[in-house]
C-alpha cells in the first residue's frame, strides 16, 4: 500500500549559524538542493527560489537561534512554515545513510510526519516585542522611584510616608521645585493637591529635611531617568496601537466597549476596545 503524499509542494530547510541547505521536491529544479549562507541577502534570494520552485510549506529545525531571521522572512513571503523539534525529527525511523538533513526533513514534511512547535505570527511577534519591551520600562521606573525615594530619606524628607505616590501630581510638583533649589516646606507644601489626605501641617512637617547636596544630585540623576523612561513608555504605546490597529483593521463590529478606568502608567489608548474588535471579547 503506497503511502499518502499530504503536503506536495513541501521544502525541508537544514539550519545552521553561517548557511542553510534547502531541499525540494526533484521535480521542481534542475538543483533540488541548495546552499544558501545566512546574510540577509541570501535569506530573501533563498525565498524567492522557493516562491520559483512553487514550494507553500517548509519545515525546518529549531537550531539555536539560527531559524529566526530566516523564519521571519519565510513568513513575510507568505509560507508556512513548520520549526520541528530536532529530537522528533531523529526519533522517525527509515532514513537512509545517504540522505541529507535538508532532504529528509522534506521528504518527512512532504508524508505529513511532522508536528510544527507553536509560533506567533510576524505581527503577533511585533506586539509581543512591544509588550515586553514595555514591562521592562516600567520596571525600570520602579527601580528609578526607588532611588527617589532613597534619596529623600537620607535627606529625612518623609514625603513617601505623607503622600501614596511621589510620582503623582502633588509629588511631581514637589520633586520638580526641590529640583529647581526651593527649601522652605511651608512654599513646597503650597503645592498639595487637594485629594491628598494628609494635613498641611503633616506634609510641612515631612519636608522638613536635613538638605544634602550629594543627594540632592542623586535625586536629579533618578527623576531625570525615570522622566526619560517615561516617554519611552509612550512611544511603546503609539508603537503598540500601530500594530493593534493593523489586527483589527478588518473587524465589521461596531459595539463599543467601556474604557477600563486610566490609572498609572496604563496605555492612553482603549485596549478594552481593540481587543474585542479583535477577539470578541475583552
Wanted: proline residues 2%; hydrophobic residues 35%; positive net charge.
Amino acid at each position: 500500500m503506497a503511502t499518502k503524499l499530504v503536503n506536495l509542494n513541501a521544502a525541508g530547510i537544514d539550519i545552521s549559524s553561517r548557511e542553510h541547505v534547502v531541499a525540494v521536491p526533484e521535480d521542481r529544479s534542475k538543483e533540488s538542493v541548495r546552499t544558501f549562507l545566512g546574510f540577509t541577502r541570501d535569506l530573501h534570494q533563498l525565498a524567492k527560489w522557493l516562491k520559483a520552485c512553487k514550494v507553500e510549506t517548509i519545515a525546518m529545525e529549531s537550531t539555536g537561534v539560527y531559524w529566526f531571521d530566516l523564519y521571519t522572512i519565510l513568513l513575510d513571503y507568505g509560507f508556512e512554515v513548520y520549526l520541528v523539534n530536532a529530537y522528533h525529527v531523529k526519533n522517525v525511523p527509515g532514513r537512509k545513510s545517504d540522505v541529507s538533513d535538508a532532504r529528509w526533513l522534506q521528504e518527512l514534511h512532504t508524508f505529513g510526519l511532522l508536528r510544527g512547535s507553536f509560533q506567533p505570527d510576524n505581527l503577533t511577534r511585533t506586539l509581543r516585542n512591544y509588550v515586553r519591551q514595555r514591562k521592562n520600562l516600567i520596571r525600570q521606573m520602579t527601580r528609578e522611584t526607588q532611588r527617589m525615594q532613597k534619596a529623600l530619606e537620607q535627606m529625612n524628607i518623609k514625603l513617601n510616608n505623607v503622600i501614596r505616590d511621589i510620582n503623582g501630581k502633588t509629588g511631581t510638583a514637589i520633586i520638580t521645585k526641590i529640583l529647581e533649589g526651593e527649601r522652605d516646606p511651608k512654599i513646597l507644601a503650597q503645592y498639595r493637591d487637594w485629594r491628598i489626605k494628609a494635613t498641611e501641617e503633616t506634609l510641612i512637617k515631612s519636608l522638613e529635611g536635613n538638605w544634602r547636596e550629594e543627594q540632592i544630585f542623586n535625586l536629579h540623576m533618578a527623576y531625570n531617568h525615570y522622566l526619560f523612561l517615561q516617554g519611552q513608555l509612550k512611544q511603546c504605546d503609539i508603537e503598540s496601537e500601530k500594530v493593534i490597529k493593523t489586527m483589527t483593521s478588518n473587524s465589521l463590529t461596531n459595539k463599543k466597549v467601556d474604557k477600563i478606568q486610566k490609572s498609572k502608567n496604563n496605555p492612553n489608548f482603549n485596549v478594552s476596545q481593540y481587543l474585542y474588535e479583535a477577539l470578541g471579547l475583552k
